[in-house]
């Protein structure tokens, strides 16, 4: 209550009027599914609480004007306008939101906005998905305008793609729209069907560390690992031309193609094949409240993606490493795109503080700063508070 006091007198103190309509939209954890997404295989992501929060105002012309608390700073742009990317690089998520929803046929008004955000930009958790969500919800929310949340969610994600030029997968919005409190998603990502799978956080739960090595997935090595997988798919479908992407491959498959590629290829879809198997593992693991199953699943996917996808980094596997010597954890693995964000851990409740307090003590004495660190439960998808 008292946060949402503060934020609504800094909407005050910068445009000098009271909002009108509030949203929410949280960050998400990737329990597990690494880099399965855009392979058209299945990922398993959780809501966390922490969260992206955008106050607005009506305005009676066709102007935007966003102010992020984040950065300090402000952007400016017409809905009568062509809508195109530029500086500051922030305000793009916004300006892509708004100029598809107009391109979806959605009226949209003018609006003071003021965005805020405390889901740590960079370190795997999404802080972009939910960012685009919570425009959307916004925006849609000023005009009384309904929209299937698996269309805001492909929307926002198409917004990713075109106006901040990150090529990510479906998983991050459509979490951060679907998410409800206490679940975890299980999502198919060819066909878009998702279970809801309630987690057995009784007495446990998520214990994100933020190496606070930060990454740019637009920059790094994510294309390259994505072009990795296309290039297998395209080298198993002149004999197998069924095979649309390393969703349709199995071991036994690959194995018979291994010398039809480099090492390099053939690790890369080994991961992406075992990753979805084991994706489907810790959702049956959690069905039948099976925290040890569900952690052997987080620890042989970090070592898959360490090994196999090379998209960890020492930082993390250190952290990981770290964890799994501590009492009371069932798992550790890095989460989200890779080259550096954050690991998970499923935590039993009643030795998390001590978790916490070892981890960030190893890591201080290794690279001289402290780890970012909280715990979660399963927290509930993107909403408006006030319209």
Same mark, same amino acid.
């Given at each position: 209550?008292?946060?949402?006091? &503060?934020?609504?007198?800094?909407?005050?103190?910068?445009?000098?009027?009271?909002?009108?309509?509030?949203?929410?939209?949280?960050?998400?954890?990737?329990?597990?599914?690494?880099?399965? !997404?855009?392979?058209?295989?299945?990922?398993?992501?959780?809501?966390?609480?922490?969260?992206?929060?955008?106050?607005?105002?009506? /305005?009676?012309?066709?102007?935007?004007?966003?102010?992020?608390?984040?950065?300090?700073q402000?952007?400016?742009? =017409?809905?009568? =306008?062509?809508?195109?990317?530029?500086?500051?690089?922030?305000?793009?998520?916004?300006?892509?939101? $708004?100029a598809?929803?107009?391109?979806?046929?959605?009226?949209?008004?003018?609006?003071?906005?003021?965005?805020?955000?405390?889901?740590?930009?960079?370190?795997?958790?999404?802080?972009s998905?939910?960012?685009?969500?919570?425009?959307g919800?916004?925006?849609?929310?000023?005009? =009384?305008?309904?929209f299937?949340?698996? #269309?805001?969610?492909?929307?926002?994600?198409?917004?990713?793609?075109?106006?901040?030029?990150?090529?990510?997968?479906?998983?991050? &919005?459509?979490?951060?729209?679907?998410? #409800?409190?206490?679940?975890?998603?299980?999502?198919?990502?060819?066909?878009?069907?998702?279970?809801l799978?309630?987690?057995?956080?009784?007495?446990?739960?998520?214990?994100?560390?933020? *190496?606070?090595?930060k990454?740019?997935?637009?920059?790094?090595?994510?294309?390259?690992?994505?072009?990795?997988?296309?290039?297998?798919?395209?080298?198993?479908?002149?004999?197998?031309?069924?095979?649309?992407?390393?969703?349709?491959?199995?071991?036994?498959?690959? #194995?018979?193609?291994?010398?039809?590629?480099?090492?390099?290829?053939?690790?890369?879809?080994?991961?992406?094949?075992?990753?979805?198997?084991?994706?489907? *593992?810790?959702?049956?693991?959690?069905?039948?409240?099976?925290?040890?199953? $569900?952690?052997?699943?987080?620890?042989?996917?970090?070592?898959?993606? /360490?090994d =196999?996808?090379?998209?960890?980094?020492?930082?993390? !596997?250190?952290?990981?490493?770290?964890?799994?010597?501590?009492?009371?954890?069932?798992?550790?693995?890095?989460?989200?795109?890779?080259?550096?964000?954050?690991?998970?851990?499923?935590?039993?409740?009643?030795?998390?503080?001590?978790?916490?307090?070892?981890?960030g003590?190893?890591?201080?004495?290794?690279?001289?700063?402290?780890?970012?660190?909280?715990? *979660?439960?399963?927290?509930?998808?993107?909403?408006?508070?006030?319209?």
């Amino acid at each position: 209550m008292a946060e949402a006091k &503060q934020q609504e007198r800094a909407f005050r103190d910068c445009y000098g009027a009271e909002a009108d309509i509030l949203v929410r939209a949280p960050g998400r954890v990737e329990l597990i599914g690494n880099h399965t !997404d855009y392979n058209d295989g299945f990922v398993l992501p959780m809501a966390i609480q922490r969260q992206c929060v955008i106050l607005a105002k009506r /305005r009676t012309d066709r102007s935007v004007r966003i102010y992020s608390e984040l950065f300090g700073q402000r952007c400016e742009f =017409d809905l009568n =306008d062509s809508i195109v990317p530029g500086k500051p690089t922030w305000a793009n998520y916004g300006k892509g939101v $708004a100029a598809l929803l107009l391109r979806a046929g959605k009226k949209l008004s003018g609006l003071d906005m003021y965005l805020t955000c405390d889901i740590p930009a960079g370190g795997g958790l999404s802080s972009s998905a939910a960012i685009e969500v919570a425009y959307g919800k916004a925006f849609l929310a000023a005009r =009384d305008e309904s929209f299937d949340p698996v #269309e805001l969610a492909l929307l926002c994600q198409e917004a990713e793609h075109t106006f901040a030029d990150a090529p990510c997968g479906i998983m991050d &919005q459509f979490i951060c729209a679907l998410g #409800e409190a206490g679940h975890a998603l299980l999502l198919d990502c060819r066909t878009r069907k998702f279970e809801l799978v309630p987690v057995p956080f009784g007495h446990a739960s998520i214990l994100i560390a933020d *190496t606070k090595v930060k990454h740019n997935l637009g920059q790094s090595g994510y294309p390259l690992r994505r072009q990795q997988c296309f290039d297998v798919v395209d080298i198993l479908k002149k004999d197998l031309p069924n095979i649309t992407h390393l969703r349709d491959v199995d071991i036994k498959t690959l #194995e018979k193609y291994r010398e039809k590629m480099d090492a390099v290829h053939f690790a890369r879809a080994m991961h992406i094949i075992t990753e979805n198997q084991r994706v489907l *593992t810790m959702a049956e693991g959690f069905k039948n409240g099976d925290l040890a199953l $569900a952690g052997e699943m987080m620890n042989l996917s970090h070592a898959s993606s /360490r090994d =196999d996808y090379e998209v960890s980094c020492e930082e993390l !596997d250190f952290l990981a490493d770290q964890a799994r010597e501590c009492k009371g954890v069932y798992g550790a693995r890095m989460s989200g795109g890779g080259f550096g964000g954050c690991i998970v851990a499923l935590v039993d409740n009643q030795y998390a503080q001590p978790i916490q307090e070892k981890l960030g003590q190893a890591y201080n004495n290794k690279y001289g700063k402290l780890p970012g660190m909280f715990c *979660t439960g399963a927290a509930a998808g993107a909403e408006v508070l006030k319209k």
